[in-house]
């Protein structure tokens, strides 16, 4: 079987991305939202970690609910002009591809490029097509990668609904580029992704995947806040605890009560 290995990964909050040379056209950096110059620039901030040069066969992207800002200014301008007279900048950029898209554009890519919008499980999906793309030979490097935004209309909404309970309103922007070749960069091997019918307790999952030297991260959002591609930055955790010394890494995710999915990572 086709192995397949993390050789670059960079998110939005923790790097210090420089936007003006990742995305060097200022009238397109202009027309982005906040949410896309965030998945965007940690897109190509990986790229340039993997190798500026090098070829990517596929764009794989994961979101809950998409690119909110600009959703909600299109919604707010039909209602206040009577749907005429419309900008349509806001209407293209607030889809669930925009990042996916635009990260093609700028590398000038036209190879598979996906979007995947399945709630608290979008990561994991997307995170399953790219290894499948890999072990059936249809792709030797992909980018895969989640975003998500918190914005103040969603927070209300959410704290209405009793969600934010303990807990804040998170986002994400994380990227990884999987190859089907180890290398020097090489930071974890990873594979795919389980999904579950029923949750598990913490005891089970320590008798079903536990073990000596085993790091077990429950998405439990504490850290990152409530967001559907949250997961992404716990599996971002994982590789770190993997590159600190960990055998293996398993990831467990269950957003809002939605059915489990698991993902495991190990050493090189």
């Known amino acids: 079987m086709v192995e397949c290995y993390i050789n670059a990964m960079s998110s939005a909050d923790t790097a210090a991305l420089d936007l003006k040379a990742l995305i060097p ?13 965030m998945g965007v620039g940690a897109a190509m901030d990986v790229l340039n970690r993997f190798g500026g040069g090098a070829r990517i066969d596929a764009v794989v992207t994961a979101t809950g609910l998409g690119c909110l800002t600009d959703s909600e200014k299109f919604l707010r301008n039909m209602i206040e002009n009577g749907e005429q007279l419309l900008n349509p900048t806001p209407f293209i950029q607030s889809t669930f591809n925009t990042v996916g898209a635009q990260v093609a554009l700028l590398c000038k890519n036209h190879s598979y490029n996906m979007t995947y919008a399945h709630r608290g499980r979008s990561f994991e999906c997307a995170l399953l097509d790219a290894v499948m793309l890999i072990r059936e030979g249809s792709a030797r490097n992909v980018l895969l990668g989640a975003f998500d935004e918190m914005t103040p209309t969603l927070h ?21 580029v999987l190859s089907d070749e180890r290398s020097e960069y090489t930071l974890a091997r990873v594979s795919q992704p389980e999904f579950l019918s029923e949750g598990l307790t913490r005891q089970e999952m320590e008798r079903g995947y536990g073990g000596e030297n085993v790091r077990i991260l429950w998405n439990e959002y504490a850290e990152y806040g409530l967001c559907p591609t949250a997961s992404a930055l716990t599996f971002r955790a994982g590789v770190d605890a993997v590159r600190a010394g960990a055998d293996r890494a398993v990831i467990y995710n269950s957003f809002r009560g939605e059915d489990p999915a698991i993902m495991e990572v190990e050493c090189v």
Do not use: H, P, Q
Request: one cysteine or more.
């Open 156 to 176: 209300r909404i959410w704290e209405r609904m009793g969600f934010l309970r303990g807990i804040e309103g998170g986002e994400c922007a994380c990227f990884f």
């Open 25 to 37: 056209d200022a009238a397109l950096r202009r027309r982005m939202s906040r949410v896309v110059k």
